[in-house]
């Protein structure tokens, strides 16, 4: 294992989620040393982020993730209170970036360098004032005064700006899109977000944990069971906890449901983007009764508040069982015609093919996971096996079978959706009918100083959240992780050379989210 190489010395965490070793850096340079080897072996950088410790160890705290192939290395650094700063990692990791910005402008701890432009402080408070500190105080009088943003310049004959965003034509989420081009041909994009900062993590601070769960299914609705799955695990494993089978087998058929709805609709809004509206509606058609049949049977068309602390907040019974396996088959139908469609529309595929292209290396040097990286032929999902690495139950026993493609393109990326809805199908009919028997919840007992991180296998990539307890058992600190932190930067490098006309079928192929990185 890598760490019995390092000087840090690491424990595995409690529980039965996604393996995870906890460990602490004596200073930077150990931190900086540890970074180093990660990328060397082949991780990734999988979240950072911060904490103001001062009332319980006189200082801040940063927090790493580190995704390796037998699974995270959790890893904090403890930084002094009058001058708190650590060595940049994004010459190491550059998706670190954004992450390392961000947590400046919510703490108030610095790196060493590296881009010091503000990630989620639009002037709506001042550059001096840090949201996450304990005596921050009421923001609620500061004037919104936004401000600029030093966009890079590309400079010669022919080139110009095109500004998209924030407000789009469109309903969908704000960001802001600055494409430097030559004619219709995209030299550079670069991303501004932050737009829909909602202050989760100072919401978190002082919840129990049962609305702490209500509020991290909210972050981003798309993905409410994986963000509600993680916290789950990061609650029980703070807590000692372990969730009953039944419980963990229904967790698995709402994941997998809320995977194929995702999956359902994007491929229906690629058709769009490509001209083909039929796709668009046949697509829209199936999600929809994909939906309310999660309404019929979970009580909530994106199963919110279903999965809790403990296990699950309801049982189905055998009709509802039932039902599930009936629409897999329905489902599995419609969808294997209308690929036939897809692949066989030459209109469709023009567009699709070599368009938004990324390779494995740069996923790799983005930290990719998920779809994005298993469509440039990366073999990473949490919920199946690789060396070294089991999967946590119940997909332990499931043997997922990951979707990939070598291509990285659009055209991949739709692939890979069309894969992973076969297989998601086949995953719930298996779960729907050896659903173990039992409890579907365990009672939490939140321990004082409890922490813990959960890591779960979304639609769109990792979702991991890592949570403390304080002395009360209530929520000392917690911070969510989308896996559109390290995608969007390589939305950035897809659009190269393609023309601008492009871009939003490249951008829905990925189809990120901006409130799960604004929170």
């Excluded at 709402?254 to 709805?261: K, V, Y």
């Excluded at 991949?412 to 039992?438: H, K, N, P, T």
Aim: glycine share 10%; net charge negative.
């Amino acid at each position: 294992m890598l760490f019995h190489a390092e000087p840090i010395e690491f424990t595995a965490q409690h529980g039965i989620g996604a393996p995870v070793w906890r460990g602490r850096a004596a200073d930077g340079e150990d931190l900086l040393r540890f970074a180093i080897s990660v990328h060397r072996h082949g991780g990734r950088i999988a979240a950072l982020w911060g904490s103001d410790e001062r009332q319980r160890s006189g200082g801040y705290c940063l927090q790493c993730v580190f995704g390796l192939d037998e699974g995270h290395a959790w890893l904090s650094l403890d930084l002094p209170a009058d001058n708190p700063t650590y060595p940049d990692l994004t010459g190491i990791f550059p998706a670190a970036n954004r992450m390392q910005r961000a947590t400046r402008d919510m703490v108030g701890i610095f790196t060493v360098g590296g881009d010091q432009r503000p990630w989620l402080r639009h002037g709506a408070w001042p550059a001096d004032w840090y949201p996450l500190r304990h005596d921050a105080g009421d923001a609620t009088d500061f004037a919104n005064a936004p401000s600029d943003y030093d966009f890079v310049k590309v400079a010669g004959e022919g080139t110009h700006e095109i500004p998209v965003g924030p407000i789009h034509a469109g309903i969908i989420e704000p960001g802001h899109f600055r494409f430097s081009v030559v004619g219709e041909r995209v030299l550079r994009l670069e991303q501004r977000f932050g737009y829909q900062h909602k202050g989760v993590e100072q919401r978190f601070i002082g919840m129990d944990v049962a609305t702490g769960a209500r509020l991290v299914g909210r972050i981003s609705g798309d993905s409410s069971c994986a963000y509600a799955w993680a916290y789950a695990s990061a609650v029980e494993a703070a807590c000692g906890i372990v969730p009953p089978p039944r419980a963990l087998g229904l967790r698995a058929l709402m994941l997998e449901r809320e995977r194929i709805a995702n999956h359902l609709g994007d491929l229906g809004m690629l058709g769009n983007d490509a001209a083909l509206s039929f796709g668009l509606i046949q697509f829209f058609r199936l999600k929809e009764d994909w939906v309310r049949l999660n309404a019929r049977v979970f009580g909530h068309r994106f199963m919110m508040d279903r999965i809790v602390p403990g296990g699950v907040a309801l049982d189905l019974d055998a009709p509802a069982l039932r039902l599930i396996v009936e629409q897999c088959e329905t489902i599995e139908h419609d969808v294997r015609e209308l690929k036939s469609i897809y692949d066989e529309h030459a209109g469709l595929q023009d567009r699709f093919m070599t368009t938004g292209t990324i390779d494995a290396d740069l996923a790799r040097e983005l930290s990719l996971t998920g779809m994005a990286a298993r469509a440039t032929g990366i073999i990473l999902d949490a919920r199946a096996h690789r060396q070294g690495y089991t999967p946590p139950p119940p997909y332990a026993v499931l043997g997922v079978r990951p979707a990939t493609d070598e291509r990285g393109d659009v055209a991949a990326r739709a692939a890979v959706r069309f894969m992973e809805i076969f297989e998601s199908l086949r995953l719930l009919r298996e779960l729907a009918v050896g659903l173990a028997a039992g409890a579907v919840r365990t009672d939490i007992f939140p321990t004082a100083a409890g922490e813990g991180l959960g890591v779960v296998e979304g639609w769109r990539g990792e979702v991991l959240v890592g949570i403390a307890l304080d002395a009360a058992g209530r929520i000392a600190t917690a911070h969510a992780h989308d896996p559109s932190w390290q995608i969007w930067p390589a939305l950035e490098h897809a659009v190269l050379k393609d023309i601008v006309p492009d871009f939003p079928l490249i951008n829905k192929s990925f189809n990120l989210s901006y409130s799960g990185q604004d929170i």
